[in-house]
């Protein structure tokens, strides 16, 4: 009571009592030192005076004992641990002992982890069976041995070769956190221990030894590579506790793909969201996916293109092609094409394919902005290989649709002398497309591209001279390079090289010439090539008549009629025109628009063969020979009939 007062002398008095093993002394004592009652306010002492009462059964002090065990103390923990091992005020419970000794023992206490040991050494009853593990033991005396505790020392001397399993198998416990905290470096430490036995082993003569050292150092290597990822990972964890957005998009990378530690979305969420906030563009991006695709958060679309455009706004290639994606579908946020191209357009530039891919889908529906974007792909090799006349064709389509920058790219083109581009870019001035309208100005690009071949300018030249378009007008120069573009099979070349035969501009009229450039115009769909031959074949021009029929019956710049293509051919036929004769006997034959009638066939198919004509001539020598080897046959048959009748 005095002591409780803080009389000084008192507590002295107790301390005297209490050495001399007085129980009730020693928990009073205890008492002063834990509530500061005349000494000074000290855990450790309490604990040490408190576990001498408890040893001697007293519970007041047991009681103690344990409450400041259960906050933790390990003085404390180990004291009620030796206390439980030894019945000392309670009935004995090793394996409540074990549990108090571990607490300890977990805490550094070099004591408990050497009865730790010796508890997994000798065995205790835990449930009604009998606990006991040598690698366990190993594990604690280990701990005890490395704080210098000469019981733990000695112990280990004793694991010699004989124990060269448990220290295999503690290394595994360790390498695979099987019943222990996963450590790397205690693995290593303990496959380590092995090699030395094993290579110990095999210098006194043991074959399967050195193949084990090896299997070992092969353990050993593995658990040193995993050690240093725990290393790094340790490394990258301390520096994102210091702030570092950098290091913590690492470990929400870590957590994502599960690198070394288990994966964990919503732990990779924590921490992307920590660096995105930050300002980590990275990590902006991995959240915008995260809440995309629903991992780790429930799935946001329109948080997702949220922090995609905040990544994208700092250059993050892959969040602006998945910005562009999510405006083109409306994922998220108003579909709108024109942000899908702008969005599109900056990943491209930075060399992202799917980006190219994304601009292509959308100018293939006509986006002028994306026609524009996927020619710049293809002229500077943006996310594709550099192909100049593919980013002139869709430069061109742009300035169809009134594109400036289109035009721009074009005259690019045309000034490093692309003739494809030169065309176009005359094609630009002379329809007024992105471009003030300027004839003259087209011709030159015309002429440009004419003199290096391109068949589409020649015409186009040859046009502009025809019409006096941007030149003074020009027959013979039209004549020259319609001549020039039709060789090379242009149409429009072809049907405007009829068009100077048949009225005689250029060139001597020769409505001949005229209906064979009008023909092969209109063979390849040409609608202009066809109003040549309906103007001649109207005028009773039998080529024309024929050809224009040729038309009909193959839907060439028309839709199909057999019909009129019959009337146009009996036209040409009536003329003399022998193929005329030929294809309309062919039509009586096989019912092309007429009824099908055999006579008129052979009747044409005679006017054309008498003519001279093969095709005629051959059809009906193939019809008449299987009549003739009929007509064999059966006077063969006849006679036959006659010897026979004649012998019977």
Known sequence: ???????????????????????????????????????????????????????QGNADAQYKLRKIAEQGNVEAQYALGVCYYNGYGVNEDRAEAVKWYRKAAEQGNVNAQYELGECYDDGFYDNGRVVKDYVESLRWYSKAAEQGHAGAQRHLVNYDYTYKQYYMELGRRYYTGDGVSRDYAEAVKWFSK?????????????????????????????ATKQRDKEARRRSIEQA????????????????????????????????????????NKDAQLRLGECYYNGNGVNKNKAEAVKWYNKAAEQGNVTAQYQLGECYYYGDG???????????????????YKDAVDGLRKTAEQGNVNARYALGNCYY????????ESEAVKWYRQAAEQGN???????????????????CMLGNCYYNGNGVDKDEAEA???YRKAADQGNADAQYKLGDCYYNGDGVNKDYAEAVKWCRQAADQGNADAQCRLGDCYYNGNGVDKDEAEAVKWYSKSAKQGNRRGIDGLRKAAEQGNADAQFQLGNCYYNGNGVYKN???????????????????????????????????DEAEAIRWYRKAAEQGNKDAAEWLHDRDAPMCCISCTLCLLLIAAYLLNMLG
Do not use: M, P
């Open 1 to 55: 009571k005095a002591a409780e007062q803080g009389y000084k002398d008192a507590v002295e008095r107790l301390r005297e009592i209490a050495e001399q093993g007085n129980a009730e002394a020693q928990y009073a004592l205890g008492v002063c030192y834990y509530n500061d009652y005349g000494a000074n306010k000290d855990r450790t002492e309490a604990v040490k005076w408190f576990s001498r009462a408890a040893r």
């Open 194 to 222: 092995c090699v030395e036995i094993f290579e110990s082993a095999a210098e006194r003569g043991d074959a399967r030894a050195r193949e084990l050292a090896n299997q070992t150092l092969g353990l050993i290597k593995e």
């Open 240 to 279: 994102a506790e210091r702030g570092s957005a950098k290091y913590k998009y690492k470990i929400g990378n870590d957590y994502y793909n599960g690198n070394g530690v288990n994966k964990d979305y919503a732990e990779a969420v924590k921490w992307y969201r920590q660096a995105a906030k930050q300002g």
């Open 333 to 351: 946020v108003n579909e709108d094409r024109a942000e899908a191209v702008k969005w599109y357009s900056k990943a491209a530039e930075q060399g």
């Open 380 to 387: 500077n090799g943006n996310g594709v290989y550099k192909n």
């Open 404 to 422: 400036k920058d289109a035009v721009d790219g074009l005259r690019k083109a045309a000034e490093h002398g692309n003739a494809s581009a030169q």
């Open 443 to 445: 011709v030159k690009w």
């Open 562 to 596: 057999e019909v009129e293509a019959v009337k146009w051919y009996r036209q040409a036929a009536e003329q003399g025109n022998t193929d005329a004769q030929c294809q309309l006997g062919r039509c009586y034959c096989n019912g092309d628009g007429v009824n099908k």
